[in-house]
């Protein structure tokens, strides 16, 4: 006996309790699905797709940067389990559709021929907005379709799953950047090869999926009756939204509960702005007040009341003028809210606060701009952005309290008094009709100034009066 704890694996399914839902049965086929960063979310959401579409897809799961998920995969035979928590049940199953696990870092070669494998008919990414800014990952994509291009240059979809706009024409144009590099002729022919045969079809991804603790790891293995060192921790619903556009096949995700539209914008953008814009509004707000996850905030009745205030007077009537009635603002606000408010995902306001820098400009931006061209001033949302900018620029809560920060220009911000007008350079990068609005210019440093000196709960109190 080596007194190792026994972990979920092939062997050990048929032993599981009964309540525990068993994967579909794995065919021979090779993966037909190459994922690169099989983080929590990828397996919460894709993987569940996947396996819930019954048709056989196999997925390729590639750690872009740690190696610490692919091991874990591996060692379990790449069974994993998720957990949906609604407050009130809790039920577990595992999925079996991830069936092979690579670390990019030790294996880019294994990568390229994956790549370059027929048998690989779409690549999906979720490499967050880090991964877009720092191009790692996309410069090995690059490698890899060098190789099918010199292969067989069969067709292949490749889907951003990441919260960033526009990503089907990111991507692309990402790619053909870092590929300007290579001799003309190579670069011509690769060119060439992304226009004819390879498609990117946009995509919009919705699940709320905090990181599992050592508490949640344990009462999992309780549920398991083995270690499961990949579990997953979710809440019920999801959402995948995608164009059609798959040119050598893809799974059946409409059965699972995909739905495919011509044009995915109004759901891009009403996800951006209400869930993600809303989370990051309740991740600064929340923390410089001292709580410690998103539910904790929405219970705050204070932070409950500048989310809704700030969803009906600014969001929405944003939403509603670009994309009419017809976008449900409202329902799938209070739908969201509910979602947050499910104190049984411990979703930290840390863990949401981070890379604010990335994240503000998708997120609240556009309902600014809207809003000011509409000649209204959105002070709520103009609130948020300076809760970011005294939240990244002192790192200490209303009470004194030291806080993490996660942000790539931190350490430019970090300065007392905050310097407004490179926070602002930071945030807008090109939109310089927005960094030159008085009335934006004039409102970010009175809210700022206020939260500075007086907190974030008297400026919200301010607010709501």
């Known amino acids: 006996m080596t007194g190792e704890p026994t972990v979920l694996s092939a062997g050990v399914l048929p032993h599981l309790p009964a309540t525990i839902r068993q994967p579909s049965r794995r065919g021979a086929a090779p993966p037909g699905i190459v994922h690169i960063g ?23 799961a590639v750690s872009p940067r740690s190696t610490i998920t692919a091991d874990h995969l591996a060692a379990q035979d790449c069974y994993f389990s998720v957990t949906e928590l609604d407050g009130r049940h809790e039920r577990t199953r595992v999925i079996g559709s991830i069936s092979q ?89 690769f060119s060439d090869y992304l226009a004819t045969s390879v498609s990117f079809p946009a995509s919009v991804v919705d699940r709320i999926t905090p990181t599992a603790t050592a508490g949640d790891l344990s009462a999992i293995a309780d549920r398991l009756g083995v270690t499961d060192r990949a579990a997953v921790i979710t809440e019920p619903d999801k959402l995948w939204v995608l164009t059609d556009e798959f040119p050598a096949g893809r799974p059946s995700w409409d059965k699972a509960g995909a739905i495919f539209v011509g044009d995915v914008e109004p759901y891009e953008q009403r996800k951006l702005r209400l869930l993600n814009g809303v989370h990051s509004a309740l991740a600064y707000l929340g923390t410089l007040c001292d709580h410690e996850t998103i539910a904790e905030a929405v219970a705050d009745p204070r932070l409950e009341g500048f989310a809704r205030t700030f969803a009906a007077t600014d969001i929405i009537p944003a939403l509603e003028a670009k994309y009419g009635p017809g976008i449900e603002a409202g329902r799938y606000f209070e739908t969201t809210l509910a979602r947050f408010a499910n104190p049984a995902l411990r979703h930290t306001t840390e863990q949401v606060s981070r890379d604010g820098s990335r994240k503000i400009p998708l997120r609240i931006l556009d309902t600014i701009s809207e809003r000011l061209a509409a000649g209204r001033i959105p002070v709520h949302a103009i609130t948020v952005v300076a809760a970011w900018l005294v939240f990244a620029a002192t790192g200490v809560s209303g009470s004194g309290r030291p806080l993490r920060v996660t942000d790539p220009v931190a350490d430019q911000l970090r300065s007392m008094p905050i310097d407004l007008d490179k926070a602002v350079t930071l945030l807008c990068g ?22 500075a000196r007086h907190g974030a709960a008297a400026v919200i109190d301010e607010l709501l009066t």
């Open 38 to 60: 099989p983080g929590a979310f990828h397996r919460a959401h894709q993987a569940v797709y996947t396996e819930d579409a019954g048709d056989g897809w196999q997925i390729l």
């Open 101 to 189: 696990a690579l670390a990019l870092a030790r294996q880019p070669a294994a990568f390229d021929d994956a790549i370059a494998a027929p048998s690989t008919r779409v690549v999906t990414l979720t490499i967050t907005e880090q991964g877009y800014a720092e191009q790692a990952a996309l410069g090995q994509l690059v490698s890899g379709l060098l190789a099918r291009l010199d292969g067989h240059a069969e067709p292949l979809a490749i889907v951003a799953c990441d919260n960033l706009r526009n990503a089907d024409l990111v991507l692309p144009r990402a790619l053909d950047a870092l590929a300007r590099g290579l001799d003309p002729g190579r670069y011509r022919a």
């Open 430 to 451: 090109h939109d310089t009709e927005l960094a030159s609005d008085k009335r934006f210019l004039l409102t970010l440093g009175d809210q700022t100034d206020k939260i």
